[in-house]
């Protein structure tokens, strides 16, 4: 990664520094003795999400342990306020009061997370009506043009060098990489992701295609300086397009891609590959029918599509404090709600890889690096800042250990090519990450 | 193959054979001139049919061409009659008055029939609802325990003689084989395949393997072989059985598999791997949620499946000549509707491979062996079950070559295991064929 580079958006960034979270550290702590219905909720709540091995420490210091299981986690709340709105929407007030201050964790953040999802997962077989109705998700709010400016903006506007603080110095990857090896470092992990994409679009020189949400344009140049592809590569974050731009420039490669300030329901013109990696979260369900319609269109007729999302085993809302503090409007489709998009365009669905487990790497990562930089994230935003972006890297680590998120890769074509690769063998010709990165 | 055991099972066939075709070659046979309304009938229904390039001789000898293309096709038709039916139910009549000999084709049989899916395909799109409604297919008929029975027995049991003058001689198989390389063998790319789905599998000496739907036992036989495991196998087709237990035990491999003679409803216990190759088509869309259910608590814990089946890119009824003479009962599910298997088990989908083009080869050489056999068939049987089966064969070789039909291999495991292979290079270390078979 180059420093200037890093150095010369700063400026742009602060002056359009994008909503961050806002909620005050709130100070509300008190020592009094909690009530008796007070240690009867915090028991309540524990059953309700399946006993897991946690314990709570109240306010005053007083340990509630329902003892089901031997605790390995200790959760100490600031105050009865904080008990009172875990109880009535831990979705939501997980993430609110871990930002705030006023929930703590004793034992491995991502470690907790995994246990309590897993825990809560087989115990909502067996919720009341009212219960489910009570803790439910919401549906994520309307992703038309205008409103996913917004919702893109509050996330990929944060800063370049915000981002440069923890993802990888190879690609400026912020999807899930590719690990080949499971000893692999970030940077190869995420160049054998970006050469494990163009194996499957079965790639070519003089071949055009077209990105839809392209980041920090990492893929766009690979498929450029490795393939010998024109590129026409989407986006609507005005911060990751300069980055896109400068780096292109300084590699020589803005006369193959093409880096476009647009909404990808924008594109237009005929590629011999279409891909999207890590959009499709952001499109929303109401789009997806839209989208198979435009990848029909955009498409030559033996071309290849490549879809990379992240993805459900069945069709769930997004946890509510993510889609409210983290991503606005995302949803991650079911499989078969991905199939759906497949369907519609009468598309032949040629391979589906889950690298579930990738993503949770993926993540350990950027939280390591992330963990090592929290100072500095604190000086650039806030405390609250800091640990709202632990609890979700931790979140999300434990929700794709927990088999609560997928990663799925789908490629297809349209129905009558039959201008189709043998087999697959020819993605695993030769290793797809450098030997250093 | 032992050409013994073809003899000896041949008089148990002779003696349960089941229903085989029996509509008549009926000779309505006539030279009066067509009426005008006759000529207009043909030109309708080609122009309905999307003006192939197809031109029809009508039983006084007469050509009726429309000349949208050049016509690379004649179709004979011996009567009136036939002209009627075909326009009123082309699905059905194509086959049976071909069948009946009533309908003759000059020109290549799958290269027509790809042809005729290929226009039709794209011209229903314009269809009125009425033409829709009339040349609909219908729903298949039942598939509970005993219709299941019934159709099994239907075309499963026509006679292991008679399949084996046609599939390969070294695992029996009759589902799409794995052309590895395109030059394979059917005998290879058949080894091929069982060794892939082994792979897939991530099979290890004794590990215990259950599976639905086990045809002549090629499978199950392979993986113990091959892989030292236990395999239970299920069939509900005798004449198949027969045949696994005696190849069985030639090969000394009956310690290791237990053919079973039942329906897959009634598999319990629990197993490191569930399989099930071209079964799925025979289970019937109701049966599907049931499916995944018994899926879902045969499969330990850190258990893998993979479900082998014909499919469709978008739901669409089986063709009503192949459900009513060929394979009654018979739906191939939609990409979609596949994963609704795997969405209510809440398994986590791990690979999806689409080998639509292999189906194609597999069933070229399939047919070059029925070809050069058709004389035996005849005398086993009679013309018009040689006619049928000609046309079953061919037709399905241009279902996969139009993308009418697909191939999909799903491998699938429980949401919560994080047992998973790193990646799928494992599948590609050394070839899958034999250098000989």
Same mark, same amino acid.
């Given at each position: 990664m180059d420093q200037s580079t890093a150095q010369k958006s700063t400026q742009a960034e602060r002056e359009h520094k994008p909503h961050v979270l806002t =909620?005050?550290?709130?100070?509300?702590?008190?020592?009094?003795? /909690?009530?008796?219905? %007070?240690?009867?909720?915090?028991?309540?709540?524990?059953?309700?999400? !399946?006993?897991? /091995?946690?314990?709570?420490?109240?306010?005053?210091?007083?340990?509630?342990?329902?003892?089901? #299981?031997?605790?390995? @986690?200790?959760?100490?709340?600031?105050?009865?306020?904080?008990? $009172?709105?875990?109880?009535?929407?831990? &979705?939501?007030? @997980?993430?609110?009061?871990?930002?705030?201050?006023?929930?703590?964790?004793?034992g491995d953040l991502p470690d907790l997370m995994e246990t309590l999802y897993r825990a809560v997962h087989a115990a909502r077989q067996k919720w009341p009506k009212w219960l489910e109705a009570l803790w439910r998700n919401h549906n994520p709010r309307p992703t038309g043009i205008a409103e996913a400016k917004e919702n893109i903006h509050h996330h990929y506007d944060l800063g370049n060098e915000f981002y440069q603080l923890w993802l990888d110095h190879a690609a400026m990857q912020y999807t899930c990489a590719y690990y080949e090896r499971p000893e692999l470092t970030l940077e190869q992990a995420q160049l054998a992701k970006l050469e494990h994409v163009c194996r499957k679009l079965r790639l070519r020189p003089g071949m055009t295609v077209v990105e839809a949400g392209c980041g920090w344009g990492g893929l766009a140049r690979y498929m450029a300086r490795h393939y010998g592809v024109r590129v026409d590569a989407y986006n609507i974050s005005k911060e #990751?397009?300069?980055?896109?731009? %400068? #780096?292109?420039?300084?590699? &020589?490669?803005?006369?193959?891609?093409?880096?476009?300030?647009?909404? $990808? *329901?924008?594109?237009?013109? #005929?590629?011999?590959? @279409?891909?999207?990696?890590?959009?499709?979260?952001?499109?929303?369900?109401? &789009?997806?029918?839209?989208?198979?319609?435009?990848?029909? *269109? +955009?498409?030559? /007729?033996?071309?290849?599509?490549?879809?990379?999302?992240?993805?459900?085993? *069945?069709?769930?809302?997004? &946890?509510?404090?993510?889609?409210?503090?983290?991503?606005?409007?995302? $949803?991650?489709? +079911?499989? !078969?709600? @991905?199939?759906?998009?497949? %369907?519609?365009?009468?598309? +032949?669905? =040629?391979?589906?890889?889950?690298?579930?487990?990738?993503y949770a790497q993926t993540l350990t990562h950027w939280m390591e690096r992330f963990s090592s930089n929290e100072e500095e994230v604190s000086t650039m935003y806030d405390e609250h800042f800091t640990r709202a972006w632990r609890m979700y890297l931790a979140g999300s680590i434990a929700a794709f250990r927990a088999g609560s998120l997928q990663l799925f890769q789908v490629v297809f074509t349209h129905g009558d090519n039959n201008r189709l690769p043998q087999n697959r063998q020819d993605l695993y010709a030769f290793p797809a990450a450098p030997e250093e990165a």
């Open positions: =909620l005050p550290l709130e100070q509300t702590r008190t020592d009094r003795n /909690p009530h008796s219905y %007070e240690r009867w909720l915090v028991a309540k709540l524990m059953r309700m999400a !399946g006993s897991p /091995p946690v314990r709570f420490r109240l306010w005053n210091g007083e340990l509630i342990d329902i003892g089901d #299981q031997e605790a390995r @986690f200790t959760i100490h709340l600031s105050d009865p306020k904080a008990l $009172y709105s875990l109880v009535t929407n831990p &979705n939501l007030a @997980f993430g609110d009061l871990y930002s705030a201050g006023r929930l703590e964790v004793e #990751q397009l300069t980055y896109a731009r %400068e #780096q292109a420039r300084k590699e &020589n490669l803005d006369q193959l891609v093409n880096f476009i300030e647009d909404d $990808y *329901r924008n594109i237009n013109g #005929q590629y011999d590959a @279409f891909v999207s990696i890590g959009m499709l979260e952001h499109v929303g369900k109401e &789009n997806y029918l839209a989208l198979s319609e435009l990848i029909k *269109r +955009s498409l030559k /007729p033996d071309g290849i599509a490549l879809l990379h999302s992240i993805g459900r085993n *069945r069709p769930m809302l997004m &946890n509510a404090w993510i889609e409210k503090r983290i991503f606005p409007g995302a $949803y991650p489709p +079911s499989i !078969g709600e @991905f199939m759906e998009i497949c %369907e519609h365009g009468d598309f +032949s669905v =040629l391979d589906v890889e889950n690298l579930r487990l990738h």
